[in-house]
């Protein structure tokens, strides 16, 4: 199961839309996928006294569980002053070190204009690198007017298949995968 983790609060996000676009290519190739709405599931900020032993039931041990779950995650943000949001950066505050521990990572970032978009999944890499996690390494750094029917949307598609590629063919089990804690 692909784990989709949305950052952005809006009511018609552009960030969801394309994520779901990613969410449907996983489903097709029966990789099955989840979303979790950070906004509606997990909008409270992060207790730093939960984070050694969470208490159960609390926001940290429900995310916590959530995210072990799954055999990879696809983070997707929207820009915020050319890096990604904080609910996004809240929610990765709430795992441990090793949270995506040979699992792979896809990144995708929706900005108003055409630069800060690629930014934000660079910075993005560094926080999947952080949690131990394999960025893949087609990103898909977008903006809306990518939603536009016919090349923009055809070319966005492309990337989302190549991206979603790259997510399923990981094939390494994550229970062989040595950690360095
Ligand atoms: C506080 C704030 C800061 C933003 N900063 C940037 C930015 O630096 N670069 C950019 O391209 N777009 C920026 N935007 C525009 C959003 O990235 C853009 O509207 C995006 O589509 C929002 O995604 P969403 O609809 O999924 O929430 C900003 C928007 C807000 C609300």
Same mark, same amino acid.
């Given at each position: 199961?692909?784990?989709?983790?949305?950052?952005?609060?809006?009511?018609?996000?552009? %960030?969801?839309?394309?994520?779901?676009?990613?969410? +449907?290519?996983?489903?097709?190739?029966?990789?099955?996928?989840?979303?979790?709405?950070?906004?509606?599931?997990?909008?409270?900020?992060?207790?730093?006294?939960?984070?050694?032993?969470?208490?159960?039931?609390?926001? %940290?041990?429900?995310?916590?569980?959530?995210?072990?779950?799954?055999?990879?995650?696809?983070?997707?943000?929207?820009?915020?002053?050319?890096?990604?949001?904080?609910?996004?950066?809240?929610?990765?505050?709430?795992?441990?070190?090793?949270?995506?521990?040979?699992?792979?990572?896809?990144?995708?970032?929706?900005?108003?204009?055409?630069?800060?978009?690629?930014?934000?999944?660079?910075?993005?890499?560094?926080?999947?690198?952080?949690?131990?996690?394999?960025?893949?390494?087609?990103?898909?750094?977008?903006?809306?007017?990518?939603?536009?029917?016919? +090349?923009?949307?055809?070319?966005?598609?492309?990337?989302?298949?190549?991206?979603?590629?790259?997510?399923?063919?990981?094939?390494?089990?994550?229970?062989?995968?040595?950690?360095?804690?």
């Amino acid at each position: 199961m692909i784990l989709g983790i949305l950052g952005s609060a809006a009511k018609d996000s552009v %960030t969801r839309e394309i994520l779901l676009r990613a969410g +449907e290519r996983v489903d097709r190739a029966n990789g099955g996928f989840e979303l979790i709405d950070l906004a509606v599931e997990f909008p409270k900020p992060h207790a730093l006294e939960d984070y050694d032993a969470p208490p159960p039931g609390s926001q %940290t041990a429900l995310l916590r569980a959530r995210v072990a779950r799954a055999d990879g995650a696809v983070l997707a943000t929207p820009v915020y002053h050319g890096s990604y949001s904080a609910l996004l950066k809240n929610a990765l505050d709430h795992l441990t070190g090793d949270a995506l521990a040979g699992r792979p990572v896809g990144l995708i970032a929706a900005g108003g204009g055409p630069r800060g978009a690629g930014t934000a999944c660079d910075q993005l890499r560094t926080v999947v690198r952080a949690l131990s996690g394999w960025a893949a390494p087609t990103h898909v750094a977008t903006t809306a007017a990518d939603l536009t029917p016919g +090349e923009p949307l055809d070319f966005l598609d492309r990337r989302l298949d190549v991206l979603v590629g790259e997510l399923l063919s990981f094939g390494t089990s994550s229970a062989s995968f040595p950690v360095l804690r």
